[in-house]
């Protein structure tokens, strides 16, 4: 397959991109490349690539800035979804889309949230990103999209590698004991991209590592696998970190369509984060 990936040059799109590179003709676009929230620019661009499929890692992650830059948030993280959605109807070819755990709201506080679970975002961010969702399955009504949380890989800022850094350096850091979800590598979201894409499978899907825990358990665990001091990792509570964006304080999801259509590939977090401290 030809593949065109956007966003290549963050951290999800620079997995994908050497990913899938082994098997499939792949070009990567970022903003200096292409910019896609213009519809003009997107669809005089893609007949040049003539796609097979349209992988969209591109978004605006910066939760707090959304809440000061909305009319972007909604560009980059809506609109360029409906732009690429049409280029890749042009195109005749299949789309995939990223969406967040920041869709939900936080309330339920047990289990996880399934894909028809009633969605709720509280930010910016994620109302933006769930407005992307609505126009991909608009759109692009057979298009696959895979709701992640707590991303992280290799290049670039990441939440796993800042507390690997800061205790093996011996700094303290402060850590919220009261938010809950899954860290994800970027590595077995890219791997279950590519086996959704081959199945031929259409739909949300909840694409987490397995497990779940709190950021202060998360960091714990880096610093643990990195040889870091753990004792320099202070909890705290989300009142003593006040952020501009809410975040959900309880945001696990269950990939239960992963699960029951028996197309999971997700290892548990503890795992994946072990293979990335390690290996990458």
Known sequence: MKILITGANGNLGRRLMKDFSHEHEVVGVDIDRLDITDREAVHRFTPQINPDAIINAAAFTAVDKCE?????????????????????????ARFVHYSTDFVFDGERMEGGYREFDPVNPLSIYGKSKYAGEVEATRHCPNSIIL????????????????????????????????????????????????????????????????????????????????????????PITSEEFPQKAPRPKYSVLDNFYLKTQRLERMRPWQEALQAHLTDS
């Open 68 to 92: 000061e830059e909305v009319d972007l948030a909604y560009a980059v993280n809506a609109v360029a979804v409906r732009n690429l959605c049409e280029a890749a109807n042009n195109a005749g």
């Open 147 to 234: 709701r992640v949380a707590w991303l992280y890989g290799p290049g670039g800022w990441n939440f796993s590698d800042w507390v690997a850094e800061q205790t093996t350096q011996g700094n303290e850091i402060r850590i919220v004991t009261d938010q809950f979800g899954c860290p994800t590598w970027v590595g077995d979201v890219s791997a279950q991209t590519q086996s959704l894409l081959e199945a031929g499978a259409s739909g949300i899907y909840h694409s987490v590592n397995t497990g779940s825990c709190s950021r202060y358990d998360w960091a714990l665990e880096a610093a643990r696998i990195a040889g870091g001091d753990v004792n320099k990792i202070k």
